[in-house]
């Protein structure tokens, strides 16, 4: 699976990255099909709490895209809460076929 990590107006630190591709590898045990997981990062209303915002989209060969986003206290946190949802969206998939 290729890994796009897209950080917008800050760098995105080693560390971040690589909790970022360590998740997305154990989100792939769960359906080999994914090719490609496009990852956006950025800071929403910097001055609040709750303003890190991660997106993340799977792309699935013959499948829609699967998209999650999600906002938290840290990057962390909200990459996270996106692949839970992630999860979900490819177990109702699952039980779809």
């Not at 998740?23 to 950025?42: F, W």
């Amino acid at each position: 699976m290729e890994i796009n990590i897209k950080s917008i107006h800050f760098d995105a630190t080693e560390r971040l990255q690589e909790f970022i591709t360590k998740k997305l590898n154990k989100l792939a045990r769960h359906n080999e099909d994914i090719s490609v997981a496009e990852v956006t990062l950025k800071v929403v209303k910097p001055e609040t709490a709750m303003n890190k915002e991660a997106g993340i989209k799977l792309c699935i060969p013959q499948q829609d895209d699967i998209f999650a986003s999600k906002i938290a206290d840290t990057f962390e946190e909200a990459v996270d809460l996106s692949i839970e949802a992630l999860e979900r969206q490819i177990e109702k998939i699952k039980a779809r076929k």
